[in-house]
Every structure is written in structure tokens, then in C-alpha cells.
């Protein structure tokens, strides 16, 4: 019995110690970020963070596709507390639009986001991101 509660345990701690380590390496980019290349290796991921105002109807989004890559989330969360000082709920105020990457097969691509109004069309773009990204067999 002991055997195998010391079996469990080292297997948890191989776990999280697995997940830590590749939370840990993930890469992080943002705006500044933009035009510079990115090598990574296929099943690595990398997550694009850019400010984003959701109220002002302009939102970031992937601008084409690309087989090389697979969109693993797109998460929105807001700087600020719904509900002012006052107890109120709190109208309007930016936040961060993050975007999980992960390296599906090896070559190169270029990797474009746009920042826009969808329902308004190409003319609403106020900005782009674009990244060359390389991605070789580890």
C-alpha cells in the first residue's frame, strides 16, 4: 500500500512539474512584437497579447489562415472591476485580447491579425500584426 501511495504521489509531482515547465516556455508576444520573426517547433505554442476595447466595437482577429498553425483560444479579459467604486456596473474601458498558438506542422508562414470592425469591412482596419513564423521538427 505504501508502494503505491509513493508510486501516486511521484507520478502527481512528474504532472505538475510537466505542466509548470511548459507553461514556463511559452512564448509571449504583444504589439511590440510586430514584423519580428518567430521560430518554434511543431506542438509548441505561443499566445499574441494585444490591448483591445471591446466596446468600441474594433476587435483583433486572425486575418487569413494557415495550415501550419491551429488557433487554440482567443480570450478577452477586461483591466478593470465590472462594478465602479460606487457599486455600479461600469460601462466601457479596454482590456486584453490574448490568442493561443500552437505549431501544428513544420514550414513557414506569415501569421496576420487585424484590428477592425467586422461588420464594417476592410475600410474599418486601424491596425495590423504580422509575424513570420518558422516552424521546425525538434
Known amino acids: 500500500m505504501r508502494l503505491l501511495l509513493l508510486f501516486v504521489a511521484l507520478l502527481l509531482a512528474a504532472c505538475v512539474t510537466t505542466k509548470s515547465s511548459v507553461l514556463a516556455q511559452t512564448i509571449v508576444l504583444t504589439e511590440q512584437d510586430n514584423n519580428k520573426p518567430l521560430s518554434v517547433s511543431v506542438g509548441e505554442r505561443f499566445v ?10 474594433y476587435v483583433w482577429a486572425i486575418d487569413g489562415q494557415t495550415e501550419l498553425l491551429v488557433l487554440q483560444s482567443s ?28 505549431a501544428q506542422k513544420s514550414g513557414a508562414t506569415i501569421l496576420k491579425l487585424r484590428h ?4 464594417e469591412g476592410d475600410a474599418s ?11 521546425e521538427v525538434k
Do not use: L
Open 75 to 102: 480570450d478577452y479579459v477586461s483591466d478593470m472591476s465590472p462594478i465602479n467604486e460606487q457599486g455600479a456596473v461600469r460601462v466601457g474601458g479596454g482590456g486584453k485580447r490574448t490568442f493561443t498558438f500552437a
Open 116 to 119: 477592425w470592425r467586422p461588420w
Open 125 to 135: 482596419i486601424v491596425d495590423t500584426f504580422s509575424i513570420p513564423v518558422k516552424i
Open 48 to 57: 499574441i497579447r494585444f490591448s483591445e476595447n471591446q466596446t468600441t466595437g
